[in-house]
């Protein structure tokens, strides 16, 4: 437990580094019960960004991470040189009402995630009309017919052994992954990926690299495991490693989207590819590389993967089905290091946590008898069709006032709103009006760990999998126009 108290402003903040609950929401949550409480009045000063940073023994992002959704949700005022501030014009039923429980604290809005279900536009979502559902159908069938004791026990922790063997000869053949089944792990999604990686690899205290806008659902998770996130930015090579290795040479972990960079699509240069490998090599760190939807790209092959350029044993590449079949089924994998093949073997064991035996038996059916390959190959068109309808439905329907350029792969684009004359456009604002009229959509600046208000892109993420037909795409590209107007 750190404690920090400000005598001039009667305000004590604790933050417990044992609750699940990361420090930036405690944080969050000291400074709205003092306003609640009356500690902090409006007008008030807060400690700078680096002294409370000091006193709390924690970085200066995870404070000022704290202090931007604070500033978003009109808590504080910044006010440049001055500091920050007590917002003037709170409303009496904040500054009067009594302080809630840290753990009745909702998400805030910059770690907003849309519902786990298929309302339109919803990034990462596939063509769930597409999938072969009776081809699945019976595949299961069949294998639920042919039941035998053996598959009524627990399930291999590490992951059933035929589709292992399958998922190993798969990225050697399309991603240049040479690897034995042994360094494969079959996982509950890329979460459980994340958890089993960490489990096998971290320690207390470690630093990550971290893409700059990276991933939501793999931020917030890390973030809670306990990992100090670096922000790296990202260009039109993809990560920066110069700026990652000025910021923190010494970093454990490197969380990359080599491939297709999540979210804004670019692709990782060779120049870059090498130098984070050296960099892995020389500090003794791990890259672990998120390869989520590489399947799908429109102009030539899908590119190799990082991991085929490992000559060290740095990398930990990781896959799903979630992208290329179905999210229901909530199988991932990995391929571990071979140095670390033990290590993962032992931790997977201790997890007991393998997925069922019975979807994991169909999906190495499905592999075996072609109708994976041959998924892929009708939804590279599909999708390729349907990013121009949607793309086309938005120019038309915004006009200048966005920028958009094709993707040359994956599942969703990035329209980038052009600033007025008043300033940036709200996107988190235009993104939740967007919500509420059943649109699945993210806003742009929600991916940025650092500060939005300063550093961040502004624009919807949005996918385009599910869009059907050209009278669909310009009906759903009006709403979002009309959630744009406000």
């Known amino acids: 437990m750190t404690n920090v108290h400000n005598a001039r402003m009667s305000l004590t903040i604790e933050v417990d580094r044992h609750h699940t609950l990361p420090i930036y929401l405690q944080i969050c949550e000291r400074f709205k019960a003092a306003i609640a409480a009356g500690h902090l009045k409006p007008g008030d000063r807060v400690p700078a ?9 924690t970085a200066r992002g995870t404070v000022e991470m704290a202090y931007d959704i604070l500033v978003d ?3 504080l005022q910044m006010r440049g040189a001055a500091g920050t501030f007590v917002s003037s014009s709170l409303p009496g039923s904040v500054t009067k009402g009594a302080p809630r429980r840290v753990r ?10 849309v519902d786990n279900d298929a309302k339109p536009l919803r990034p990462g979502l596939p063509a769930l009309d597409a999938f072969p559902r009776k081809v699945w159908a019976r595949l299961v069938g069949h ?59 971290s320690k207390p205290g470690d630093s990550a690299w971290f893409e700059e806008p990276g991933y939501l659902l793999a931020r917030n998770f890390l973030i809670e495991a306990g ?23 010494n970093a454990h972990f490197a969380f990359v989207t080599p491939s297709h960079q999540s979210p804004l699509g670019v692709t990782l240069s060779l120049a870059r590819r090498m130098k984070l490998l050296e960099w892995a090599d020389r500090a003794g760190s791990w890259i672990v590389e998120d390869d989520y939807d590489s399947e799908f790209r429109y102009a030539g092959r899908p590119l190799p993967a990082l991991k085929s350029l490992d000559r060290d044993d740095r990398v930990i590449y990781c896959g799903t089905f979630s992208k290329v079949m179905f999210p229901g089924l909530r199988l991932s ?31 190495a059916d499905f592999i075996a008898q072609g109708h994976f390959a041959r998924h892929l190959k009708r939804m590279r068109a599909l999708y390729a069709e349907r990013r121009t309808l949607l793309a086309d439905a938005i120019v038309k329907a915004f006009g200048e006032r966005v920028s958009m350029e094709l993707p040359a792969g994956g599942m969703h ?31 742009l600046s929600a991916w940025y760990l650092g500060a939005r208000t300063k550093r961040s892109l502004r624009g919807i993420v949005l996918g385009f999998a599910n869009v059907a037909d050209s009278a669909e795409a310009t009906r759903l590209a009006r709403m979002l126009r009309r959630a744009y107007d406000g």
Not at 147 to 174: K, M, N, Q, W
Not at 176 to 192: D, H, I, K, L, S
Not at 421 to 434: E, I
């Open 104 to 113: 009745e604290r909702a998400a805030p809005l910059r770690a907003v995630v």
């Open 333 to 363: 994998y990995l391929v571990a290091p071979e140095r670390a093949i033990a290590r993962f073997d032992q931790i997977t064991r201790s997890m007991n946590a393998g997925p069922p035996h019975l979807l994991q038996a169909a999906v």
């Open 227 to 249: 990992l100090t996130l670096v922000p790296v930015p990202i260009d039109e090579e993809g990560l920066d490693t110069e700026q990652g290795e000025l910021v923190d040479a």
């Open 49 to 57: 960004l680096r002294g409370l940073a000091t006193q709390l023994n």
């Open 73 to 75: 949700e009109g808590y």
């Open 143 to 201: 294998r639920a017919r042919g039941v035998d004791i053996a598959s009524l026990t627990y399930p291999d922790p590490a992951g059933f052994r035929p589709l292992r063997e399958r998922i190993s000869t798969y990225v050697g053949l399309s991603r240049g992954v040479e690897c034995v089944p042994e360094q494969v792990f079959v996982t509950n999604g890329y979460r459980a990926t994340l958890e089993l990686i960490l489990r096998s690899l």
């Open 413 to 443: 684009l990035v329209m980038r709103f052009t600033p007025t004359p008043n300033g940036p456009v709200d996107d988190l604002a235009v993104a939740a009006r967007a919500r509420e009229a059943g649109l699945a959509v993210i806003g």
